[in-house]
T-cell receptor, first 114, second 115 residues
Framework: EAGVAQSPRYKIIEKRQSVAFWCNPI?????LYWYQQILGQGPKLLIQ????????DSQLPKDRFSAERLKGVDSTLKIQPAKLEDSAVYLC????????????FGEGSWLTVV | AQSVTQLGSHVSVSEGALVLLRCNYS??????LFWYVQYPNQGLQLLLK??????LVKGINGFEAEFKKSETSFHLTKPSAHMSDAAEYFC?????????????FGKGTRLSVIA
Protein backbone atom coordinates (compact mmCIF):
# COMPACT_ATOMS: atom_id res chain seq x y z
CA GLU A 1 0.00 0.00 0.00
CA ALA A 2 1.43 3.34 -1.03
CA GLY A 3 1.89 5.89 1.75
CA VAL A 4 1.11 9.58 1.92
CA ALA A 5 3.02 11.34 -0.84
CA GLN A 6 4.27 14.91 -0.53
CA SER A 7 6.18 17.22 -2.83
CA PRO A 8 8.46 19.02 -3.01
CA ARG A 9 10.53 17.55 -0.20
CA TYR A 10 12.69 20.64 0.16
CA LYS A 11 12.16 24.27 -0.77
CA ILE A 12 14.14 27.43 -0.10
CA ILE A 13 12.50 30.76 -0.89
CA GLU A 14 13.01 34.40 -0.02
CA LYS A 15 10.63 36.17 2.30
CA ARG A 16 7.57 37.63 0.60
CA GLN A 17 7.72 34.96 -2.11
CA SER A 18 5.07 32.29 -2.49
CA VAL A 19 5.28 28.51 -2.24
CA ALA A 20 2.90 25.60 -2.71
CA PHE A 21 3.04 22.09 -1.31
CA TRP A 22 1.18 19.11 -2.67
CA CYS A 23 -0.12 16.05 -0.87
CA ASN A 24 -1.65 12.83 -2.12
CA PRO A 25 -3.16 10.81 0.73
CA ILE A 26 -3.45 7.06 0.99
CA UNK A 27 -6.07 5.80 -1.43
CA UNK A 28 -9.54 5.80 0.05
CA UNK A 29 -8.69 7.95 3.07
CA UNK A 30 -11.44 10.48 3.61
CA UNK A 31 -9.66 12.68 6.14
CA LEU A 32 -6.62 14.76 5.30
CA TYR A 33 -4.57 16.96 7.64
CA TRP A 34 -1.85 19.54 7.22
CA TYR A 35 0.46 20.05 10.18
CA GLN A 36 3.25 22.57 10.68
CA GLN A 37 6.32 21.43 12.61
CA ILE A 38 8.75 24.15 13.61
CA LEU A 39 12.23 23.01 14.60
CA GLY A 40 12.27 21.83 18.20
CA GLN A 41 8.51 21.67 18.52
CA GLY A 42 5.77 19.14 18.01
CA PRO A 43 3.53 19.28 14.96
CA LYS A 44 0.67 21.77 15.08
CA LEU A 45 -2.54 21.28 13.11
CA LEU A 46 -3.14 23.85 10.39
CA ILE A 47 -6.21 22.42 8.67
CA GLN A 48 -8.31 19.26 8.55
CA UNK A 49 -10.42 18.14 5.58
CA UNK A 50 -13.15 15.53 5.52
CA UNK A 51 -13.48 14.58 1.84
CA UNK A 52 -13.43 18.02 0.19
CA UNK A 53 -14.89 19.96 3.10
CA UNK A 54 -12.99 21.83 5.80
CA UNK A 55 -13.55 20.46 9.30
CA UNK A 56 -11.12 22.64 11.25
CA ASP A 57 -8.98 25.54 10.06
CA SER A 58 -8.95 27.52 13.28
CA GLN A 59 -5.15 27.57 13.48
CA LEU A 60 -4.50 28.38 9.82
CA PRO A 61 -3.08 31.93 9.38
CA LYS A 62 -5.61 32.82 6.73
CA ASP A 63 -3.97 36.10 5.79
CA ARG A 64 -1.12 34.17 4.18
CA PHE A 65 -1.96 30.47 4.18
CA SER A 66 -4.56 28.73 2.05
CA ALA A 67 -5.37 25.10 1.41
CA GLU A 68 -7.73 23.24 -0.84
CA ARG A 69 -8.84 19.70 -1.54
CA LEU A 70 -11.08 20.19 -4.53
CA LYS A 71 -11.95 16.62 -5.50
CA GLY A 72 -11.64 15.08 -2.07
CA VAL A 73 -8.37 13.39 -2.92
CA ASP A 74 -5.12 15.33 -3.18
CA SER A 75 -4.54 18.68 -1.51
CA THR A 76 -2.45 21.80 -1.93
CA LEU A 77 -1.18 24.11 0.82
CA LYS A 78 -0.06 27.57 -0.28
CA ILE A 79 1.82 30.29 1.55
CA GLN A 80 1.80 33.82 0.14
CA PRO A 81 3.66 35.91 1.09
CA ALA A 82 6.09 33.86 3.14
CA LYS A 83 7.65 35.13 6.34
CA LEU A 84 10.84 34.01 8.04
CA GLU A 85 8.81 32.36 10.81
CA ASP A 86 7.16 30.08 8.26
CA SER A 87 10.37 28.06 8.06
CA ALA A 88 9.20 24.62 9.14
CA VAL A 89 8.33 21.15 8.00
CA TYR A 90 4.84 20.85 6.56
CA LEU A 91 3.44 17.42 7.23
CA CYS A 92 0.49 15.98 5.41
CA UNK A 93 -1.41 13.12 7.01
CA UNK A 94 -4.47 11.05 6.22
CA UNK A 95 -6.79 8.64 7.95
CA UNK A 96 -9.66 6.38 6.95
CA UNK A 97 -13.29 7.12 7.71
CA UNK A 98 -14.44 7.86 11.23
CA UNK A 99 -13.92 5.08 13.72
CA UNK A 100 -10.36 4.23 12.77
CA UNK A 101 -7.98 6.12 15.00
CA UNK A 102 -4.76 5.84 13.06
CA UNK A 103 -3.29 8.76 11.20
CA UNK A 104 -0.59 8.16 8.61
CA PHE A 105 1.99 10.85 7.93
CA GLY A 106 3.96 11.70 4.84
CA GLU A 107 7.67 12.45 4.97
CA GLY A 108 7.08 16.19 5.01
CA SER A 109 7.98 19.21 2.94
CA TRP A 110 10.85 21.19 4.42
CA LEU A 111 10.57 24.95 3.90
CA THR A 112 13.34 27.44 4.56
CA VAL A 113 12.50 31.13 4.19
CA VAL A 114 15.55 33.40 3.91
CA ALA B 1 -8.69 21.95 25.51
CA GLN B 2 -6.34 19.04 25.25
CA SER B 3 -2.64 19.34 25.88
CA VAL B 4 0.41 17.14 26.21
CA THR B 5 3.53 17.65 28.31
CA GLN B 6 6.63 15.64 27.61
CA LEU B 7 9.10 15.83 30.46
CA GLY B 8 12.65 16.19 29.21
CA SER B 9 13.45 17.49 25.76
CA HIS B 10 16.48 15.21 25.60
CA VAL B 11 17.06 11.80 27.15
CA SER B 12 20.32 9.91 26.87
CA VAL B 13 20.69 6.22 27.70
CA SER B 14 23.35 3.58 27.26
CA GLU B 15 22.81 0.78 24.79
CA GLY B 16 21.01 -2.04 26.60
CA ALA B 17 19.61 0.22 29.32
CA LEU B 18 15.96 0.91 30.06
CA VAL B 19 14.29 3.62 28.02
CA LEU B 20 11.67 5.74 29.80
CA LEU B 21 10.08 8.69 28.04
CA ARG B 22 7.49 10.59 30.04
CA CYS B 23 4.19 11.95 28.81
CA ASN B 24 1.38 13.61 30.75
CA TYR B 25 -1.83 14.75 29.14
CA SER B 26 -4.79 16.97 29.85
CA UNK B 27 -8.19 16.16 28.38
CA UNK B 28 -11.78 16.87 29.38
CA UNK B 29 -13.01 13.68 27.72
CA UNK B 30 -11.65 10.11 27.69
CA UNK B 31 -8.45 10.46 25.72
CA UNK B 32 -7.00 8.45 22.94
CA LEU B 33 -3.22 8.46 23.31
CA PHE B 34 -0.43 7.90 20.84
CA TRP B 35 3.33 7.71 20.59
CA TYR B 36 5.03 8.55 17.32
CA VAL B 37 8.70 8.31 16.37
CA GLN B 38 10.47 10.57 13.90
CA TYR B 39 13.83 9.67 12.42
CA PRO B 40 15.98 12.42 10.87
CA ASN B 41 14.51 13.88 7.70
CA GLN B 42 11.51 11.58 7.85
CA GLY B 43 7.85 11.84 8.74
CA LEU B 44 6.13 10.49 11.82
CA GLN B 45 5.67 6.76 12.33
CA LEU B 46 3.13 5.38 14.77
CA LEU B 47 4.72 3.35 17.57
CA LEU B 48 1.59 2.50 19.53
CA LYS B 49 -1.79 3.80 20.55
CA UNK B 50 -4.28 3.49 23.38
CA UNK B 51 -7.99 3.81 22.62
CA UNK B 52 -9.95 1.59 25.00
CA UNK B 53 -9.47 -1.69 26.83
CA UNK B 54 -6.15 -2.91 28.17
CA UNK B 55 -4.15 -0.07 29.64
CA LEU B 56 -0.78 -1.62 28.81
CA VAL B 57 -0.22 -1.23 25.11
CA LYS B 58 2.51 -2.92 23.13
CA GLY B 59 3.87 -1.37 19.98
CA ILE B 60 6.50 -1.89 17.36
CA ASN B 61 10.23 -2.26 17.97
CA GLY B 62 9.73 -3.54 21.52
CA PHE B 63 8.16 -0.37 22.91
CA GLU B 64 5.20 -0.32 25.24
CA ALA B 65 3.23 2.28 27.15
CA GLU B 66 0.81 2.22 30.05
CA PHE B 67 -2.24 4.45 30.34
CA LYS B 68 -2.70 5.60 33.94
CA LYS B 69 -5.85 7.64 34.26
CA SER B 70 -5.24 8.57 37.90
CA GLU B 71 -1.86 10.04 36.98
CA THR B 72 -2.95 11.36 33.55
CA SER B 73 0.16 9.72 32.17
CA PHE B 74 1.14 7.61 29.18
CA HIS B 75 4.85 6.93 29.60
CA LEU B 76 6.77 5.05 26.91
CA THR B 77 9.22 2.31 27.87
CA LYS B 78 11.56 -0.20 26.30
CA PRO B 79 13.52 -2.68 28.41
CA SER B 80 16.74 -2.53 26.41
CA ALA B 81 17.78 0.38 24.20
CA HIS B 82 19.30 -0.21 20.79
CA MET B 83 21.36 2.20 18.75
CA SER B 84 18.62 2.27 16.13
CA ASP B 85 16.19 3.72 18.72
CA ALA B 86 17.90 7.10 18.54
CA ALA B 87 15.22 9.45 17.23
CA GLU B 88 12.65 12.07 18.25
CA TYR B 89 9.59 10.76 20.08
CA PHE B 90 6.26 12.54 20.23
CA CYS B 91 3.34 11.86 22.51
CA UNK B 92 -0.08 12.91 21.22
CA UNK B 93 -3.68 12.99 22.41
CA UNK B 94 -7.03 13.17 20.69
CA UNK B 95 -10.59 13.20 21.92
CA UNK B 96 -11.81 9.66 22.27
CA UNK B 97 -15.07 8.51 20.71
CA UNK B 98 -15.09 11.39 18.28
CA UNK B 99 -13.37 9.66 15.41
CA UNK B 100 -10.78 11.38 13.27
CA UNK B 101 -10.27 14.23 15.67
CA UNK B 102 -6.90 15.88 15.11
CA UNK B 103 -3.93 14.97 17.25
CA UNK B 104 -2.45 17.43 19.72
CA PHE B 105 1.26 16.79 20.08
CA GLY B 106 3.80 17.36 22.80
CA LYS B 107 7.05 19.13 22.03
CA GLY B 108 8.95 15.90 21.65
CA THR B 109 11.81 14.12 23.39
CA ARG B 110 15.04 13.41 21.60
CA LEU B 111 16.46 10.03 22.56
CA SER B 112 20.18 9.47 22.26
CA VAL B 113 21.66 5.99 22.69
CA ILE B 114 25.28 5.75 23.76
CA ALA B 115 27.37 2.75 22.80
Amino acid sequence: EAGVAQSPRYKIIEKRQSVAFWCNPISGHATLYWYQQILGQGPKLLIQFQNNGVVDDSQLPKDRFSAERLKGVDSTLKIQPAKLEDSAVYLCASSPSAGVYTIYFGEGSWLTVV
Amino acid sequence: AQSVTQLGSHVSVSEGALVLLRCNYSSSVPPYLFWYVQYPNQGLQLLLKYTTGATLVKGINGFEAEFKKSETSFHLTKPSAHMSDAAEYFCAVSEGDSGNTPLVFGKGTRLSVIA
